[in-house]
């Protein structure tokens, strides 16, 4: 560890987690990298374009490389005085908020299963429906149609929704809730 003007050096870490690995990057005050570590995880395909994650898988491959690069690094976590975290955007997850387990696999950004649902939404006006108040087209890319197939799918979910027993998020959110100890510090909803 280096000392600079009495004061234990500071480092930040980054964490990357997407589509097909999660990797942590620790840099030091100038930027420059001190260590990184890289893991692979599954991809699930339980049909022709679906596509999902084990999300407690993602979990346990970020928390071995945020490990493996302070291992790396020879650094402890204290020694860190900041983590960002960069994600695949619009993977959705949903899970227990007592439990902190999933409900389901993660469906990912690329799944196309609410395709169908999206045209319906988008009636005559298509995927543009509700651009101009939301900016966004409508899109089997976005998080909000593959929480409204699991709560349609999975069986009892959405009376455990309704009674505010689930979270919802994208796995950004998912990290954070499991960085924090099961808070989500505003970051998760509450369906």
């Known amino acids: 560890m280096t000392e600079r003007a009495g004061q234990a050096e500071k480092y930040v870490a980054a964490i990357d987690q997407g589509t097909t690995s999660s990797r ?14 890289q893991r692979e995880h599954r991809q699930i395909f339980p049909k022709p ?21 302070l291992a790396k690094a020879g ?18 997850v949903l899970w227990d908020r007592a439990t902190g387990k999933p409900v389901h696999n993660a469906i990912v950004w690329q799944d196309t ?5 999206c045209n319906e939404l988008g009636g005559a006006d298509g995927p ?17 149609p593959k929480a409204a197939w699991l709560l349609d799918h999975v069986p009892g979910l959405r009376t455990r929704a309704e009674r505010g027993d689930i979270a919802f998020g994208t796995i950004d959110s998912w990290l ?16």
């Open 75 to 92: 650094l402890r976590a204290g020694q860190l005085s900041a983590l960002g975290i960069t994600n695949q955007r619009e993977t959705t």
């Open 24 to 37: 942590c990057i620790i840099f030091d005050h100038s930027g420059a990298i001190v260590a990184m570590d």
């Open 113 to 117: 299963r609410t395709a169908a649902l």
């Open 49 to 69: 374009g679906w596509v999902e994650h084990d999300a407690t898988e993602i979990w346990s491959k970020v928390q071995a490389v945020v490990a493996g690069a």
């Open 176 to 191: 954070i809730w499991n960085l924090t100890g099961g808070t989500d510090g505003g970051y998760t909803s509450r369906m």
């Open 128 to 144: 543009d429906r509700f651009r101009e108040a939301t900016g966004l087209p409508l899109a089997s890319y976005f998080s909000g």
